[in-house]
């Protein structure tokens, strides 16, 4: 089966869905994006999703260039037309295209909208949470407003690249003091040894989680002792227990920081346990 994906209106084959060399998101990384999970063919969390989408183009100066139901039967639409299951949908917005110029384009110029759809790799992701993943720490050296869901990336690529090159899953980016933000494409938690969890609080050097606030809120609901504060490397490493968040990932647990065994080197049950409440309410409500 073909794949289809959206650009500006229309619904074209994969491999001929383009964007013209002077869209600035290609120029100038001036655009941002979402990334929603899919579940049995519907969308989790859809409403959070586009909440955030406006959140982060408004703080940019940008406005929707579609309204939220249009948006919406454009995402539905694509899901459809690739018969995604369980998979991801993507959401690329950008100041449109212009000739190469760091001021804002003319006024009226078209924003670039972008949707495609892929599965994911559930046995993959099953195996991941069943074996836990390594994580390796990285100075943090992003920009001052890493709550924008911006598609200027390039800082938590050189991290996930330096991870994976060294055998971690993951990077967990560390600030000038030796605390940890976050992961380079995820939400960073850890359980201590007197059962807090704890994942760091909400302000512009973290990306604001959906599936982070979708975890706190079931953590709260199962009467879990819950804090949102920055924790360091070190109380990381002597944690019982530590995982991830991500609208890709659900919730993976972490078995390993740099050289260090998280607890007993297994994945921690309560992160086990929050990862199977996340799925049960991601088909429940979808
Ligand atoms: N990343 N922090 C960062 C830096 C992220 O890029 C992401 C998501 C998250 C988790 O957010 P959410 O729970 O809403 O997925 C935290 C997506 C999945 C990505 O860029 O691939």
New binding site residues.
């Given amino acids: 089966m073909s794949r289809i994906s959206y650009v500006n209106g229309r619904y074209i084959p994969h491999p001929e869905a383009a964007i013209h060399i002077e869209d600035r998101g290609y120029q100038f990384a001036d655009g941002v994006y979402e990334?929603c999970g899919v579940f049995e063919g519907r969308l989790f969390d859809e409403s959070a999703h586009i909440d955030r989408l406006e959140r982060s183009l408004g703080e940019l100066r940008m406005s929707m260039p579609l309204g939220r139901c249009a948006l919406s039967v454009v995402l539905r639409e694509v899901v459809r037309r690739n018969r995604i299951r369980d998979g991801i949908v993507y959401i690329q917005m950008t100041r449109g295209t212009a000739p190469r110029n760091h001021l804002f384009p003319p006024a009226g110029t078209s924003m670039s909208v972008v949707v495609m759809a892929w599965r994911q790799d559930m046995e993959k992701m099953e195996e991941n949470a069943a074996n836990g993943v390594k994580v390796k720490t990285l100075p943090d050296i992003r920009w001052g407003r890493?709550d924008i869901k911006s598609t200027s990336l390039l800082p938590?690529v050189l991290a996930k690249q330096a991870a994976s090159d060294a055998g971690a899953y993951e990077a967990w980016l560390v600030d000038e003091n030796g605390f940890v933000t976050?992961?380079?494409?995820?939400?960073a938690w850890i359980v201590n040894k007197q059962g807090q969890l704890i994942t760091r609080q909400l302000n512009e050097q973290?990306?604001p989680?959906?599936?982070?606030g979708v975890v706190l809120e079931l953590a709260g609901n199962y009467g879990l002792d819950v804090t949102e504060r920055a924790f360091s490397v070190k109380e990381a490493q002597d944690a019982q227990e530590a995982f991830m968040?991500?609208?890709?990932a659900f919730v993976t647990p972490v078995i390993q920081i740099d050289d260090k065994l998280i607890g007993n080197g297994r994945p921690g049950s309560i992160a086990l346990d929050l990862r199977k409440a996340y799925q049960k309410a991601a088909r429940a409500t979808a």
């Fill in positions: 990334i890493c938590n976050e992961g380079s494409s995820s939400n973290i990306l989680g959906i599936t982070r968040t991500a609208a890709t």
